[in-house]
């Protein structure tokens, strides 16, 4: 079994030190669903949803998620974001959108939680701005891509 970075030899949990290591460009990428009735998706990529652009609402909140993730998560490193990006895609089925965030910083840790954090708030904000459309609304298959660093 892999030992755990987060845990100490007494068992409680710790932040792992990166100061050892060197900086790095790295890279993570994530994607999720957020699956809703078709006549949702419709009255979002047609702006017709009351509180407002449901898709640029989503694309700020993932941003502003990646970089408050160390807020949120207690043993994620503060990390000075270069950059974040959210893409939206319609699959043919017509029902779900999927959500793509990539996610980049210089530092000595990597960036997976950033982005997994960013994908999943964009969907929690779609969710948030159709609620009152559609209560059987899902958010699936959150998932890391890929994480690279050079």
Do not use: W
């Amino acid at each position: 079994m892999t030992k755990l970075t987060h845990i100490d030899a007494n068992g409680e949990a710790r932040m792992v030190d990166v100061s050892g290591k060197p900086v790095q460009q790295r890279t993570a990428v994530a994607r999720g669903e957020i699956r809703m009735a078709k006549e949702t998706l419709r009255l979002i990529q047609s702006h017709e949803i009351a509180k407002g652009n449901v898709l640029a609402t989503a694309k700020i909140a993932g941003i502003q998620a990646a970089k408050n993730t160390a807020n949120l998560i207690p043993m994620c490193h503060t990390l000075p974001i270069n950059h974040c990006e959210i893409e939206f895609e319609f699959p043919e089925a017509g029902d779900t959108i999927s959500i793509t965030s990539t996610v980049k910083v210089n530092a000595q840790t990597g960036v997976e939680m950033e982005a997994l954090t960013a994908a999943n708030l964009a969907a929690l904000t779609i969710y948030d701005m159709c609620k009152a459309v559609d209560k059987n609304m899902s958010i699936t298959n959150l998932k890391l891509v890929s994480k690279t660093k050079s």
